[in-house]
Each structure stands twice: as C-alpha cells, then as structure tokens.
C-alpha cells in the first residue's frame, strides 16, 4: 500500500479517509498524467467508501487494486486519490449529506452531477488529467455536461467490473473525464484496447428529435452549432424519433423499475443488517427498487428487449445518434427534495437511451446557457466505441 498526503483540493472533490496513491510506470503512453478514481473503486489497502460513513465502517481494507485503474498506472499515469460519490451511487445531482457537495469549477453553486461527483469536480477544476467514473443511469454523462467536461460511458460490458462497488448489473459501467476530447480517445484506445486510427467512420447522422423535445429551448439552441458542426462531418443526417412506438418516459419508467430492483438485491441485504444512514432521497429509491413485484421486473426487461431490437434496426453499422446529454445546465445546490424529483425524471428520460441499449456514448462540453455549461453526446451501437471516441475526436478539433 502507498499513502501520500491528501492532494490540495479546494473544490472538496477528495475522499480524505483514502489517501491512496500509486506510482505510475516510469514509461508509458500516460506517463506523467496524474489522475483519480470514484471512491467505488477498490485500491489495495484502503478501504471502498462508496459515499456512506456505514459502508466504510462496515467493510475492510481492499486486498487488490480494480484491475481497471491498475491498468492505467501500469501505462504510466499516477493514481493520486478516491473522489467523492454519492451514497452507494444512487444519486445524479452530486449532492452528499455526509461529505458534502463537490464544487462545480465552471458553475459555482450549482451541483456538479452525481454519482461521479468528485471524479468530474476535480477534472474539471485541473486538480488531475482525467478521472474514472461509473456509469449506471447517467453517473458520468450528466457530470460532464454540468461540469463542462468530456465524459464517456462505453457500451455495456466492454469493461470489466471487479473491484468496484456496482449497483444495478444490467447497467453499470465504468467511464472516464477529461478535459480534452484528444486524452479522452487516448483513455479509450488503453482501456478498450482499440486503434483509434482504424475506427470505422459514421456516414449516417440521426438527430433524436424527442430527445431534443425534452431538453430546454435554451439548451436545444445552445446546442444547434454543435449539431450543425457534427452534420458536417458526415454524409447523411435526418431529424427523428429514437422511439417509434412509445414515448421515452416509459423507457425511463421501467428501466427505473430495473435499477431500482437490481440495487436493492445489490445493497439490501446489508440495509437490514446495518440500517445505515441514509439521505431521504436515496432511502426513498432503494424503498421504490425493493418494492418492484417480479411481475413489474419480468414486464419492464420485456419492454427493454424490445426497445434494444428497435434501436438496433435504427442503428445500421455506419450510424450515429446525437441527442442532448442533459436536458438543462446543472440546477443550483440545495433545492427542494420535490423539485430535485422532477429534475430527476427530466435528466432520467435522456439517460435511459443508451442504457436501454447497452450502446456507448460520449458527452461534449459544447454548449453553454447563461454561462453554464450543456452538453452534446454522441451514441453509437453496442460495441462501436471506437466510432463515438474517433468521431469525438474529430468534432473538437
């Protein structure tokens, strides 16, 4: 185990019960980059917080490092702390009752997005070059369009999640932020062990029309530059729905009924047996996930097998989705419990796409209202990772 004196973090993004820190390998394509990793992620010799006091109280010191961040150091990057979560990642504002908010550096007093709270906090404020993340519902994709990052979330199952605290399995991943869409496709070509310079490249751009119907007219024309930028870059755009036969709420709906199913057998056990303490917004989602019957369950991964067939058919191998990664800038701290629901819902119904599908997706930081930042994110089918990271690349150049 190293330990090294807590990184100055003016921005509260820092775990100061893990002061883990690995030395990266003297050579290698990230040597010299430093950076960070959501307090999910086990480091050998600290125990894996998960943004609850109880959980850290209650579990031991890891006995190996998640084979994803030893990864990254073996190629050189140093590893220099664990970033604030919300509890057991059950949140999408970043606002922790235990630990605090992290300071959103390109919008003070607003949140910075949740669950990778910390990890988009200290990218964004420059205290490391990039940071890894989880991505359930939304965790990196909603931090980086709050934070004014770049944040992807690749397909589902791309990458392997021993060694980190998961939540709901038919929909956690592991991401990463940056501040530059060129270390960005870097992380990605390690980590996914793909050639960016070989990338199949998109001909057919579809511009998810509900998808910009939920987002806020001043979100929907921050973005229209954007959206004209990425229409340039391939041969074929159309403006259409993302789901022909039901709105997208219902999407949200029972993948709602999933996660919440999913990560109370994950955490509920330990619940019982610990009663932990618990922000009134995360007990509430674990009481609504424990209360899913298994008819609700059988019916919703019904729904979301259909909604995979009908995205595919929409996704030939050389198309591409764009849509708004959040459907409004980041909302200011300490709203009430109510408003923060309907928040909760709005960002829901954008996320739940590529989770549905287990499709990866890149969020940009090319937007802005009133000063703060919105993002523009790029989907692709299962498994063309390579195609969203190059095409990333490509549009912030």
Known sequence: MTTRRPIDDPLNAFCAHATAYLSGAAAGPLAGLRFAAKDLFDIVGHVTGA??????????????????????????????????TDELSRGILGENVHYG????????GHVPGGSSSG????????????????????????????????GMR?????????????????????????????????????????????????????????????????????LTPAVEALT???????????????????WTAHQRAIQG????????????????????????????GKQVSDAALVAAREFQAARRVELLRMFAEDTVLCLPT?????????????????????????????ATAGAPQVSLPLGAVDGLPVGLSILGRPGADDTVLALARALAR
């Open 51 to 84: 943004g609850n006091p109880d959980w850290l109280a209650t579990h031991a010191p890891a006995v190996r490092t998640a084979p994803v961040v030893q990864i990254l150091v073996d190629s050189g990057a140093d590893m220099v702390g664990k970033t604030h």
């Open 232 to 250: 340039a870059l391939v041969d074929s755009s159309e403006n259409c729905p993302v789901s022909q036969t039901v709105p997208l709420s219902e």
């Open 119 to 150: 990890s988009a906090a200290a990218v964004a404020g420059g205290l490391v070059d990039f940071a890894l993340g989880t991505d359930t519902g939304g965790s990196v994709r909603i931090p980086a369009s709050f934070c004014g990052i770049y």
């Open 326 to 354: 959040a459907p409004f800038p980041a909302p200011t701290i300490g709203q009430p419990r109510s408003t923060m629901w309907t928040q909760r819902n709005a960002i829901s119904t954008l996320t739940t796409i590529s």
């Open 101 to 108: 908010t992290p300071t959103n550096p390109n919008a003070r």
């Open 154 to 222: 690749p397909s589902h199952g791309r990458l392997s999640l021993a060694g980190v605290v998961g939540q709901a399995p038919s929909f956690d991943t592991i991401g990463w932020f940056t501040r530059d869409a060129g270390l960005l496709a870097r992380i990605g070509e390690i980590l996914l062990g793909v050639d960016l310079r070989h990338a199949p490249r998109p001909h057919h751009l579809v511009i998810a029309s509900d998808a910009f119907a939920i987002a806020e007219p001043a979100t929907k024309a921050a």
């Open 261 to 288: 199913r999913e990560a109370w057998n994950t955490f509920g056990e330990w619940i019982d047996q610990t009663n932990p303490r618990l922000a009134f917004d995360i007990a509430d989602n674990f009481i609504r």
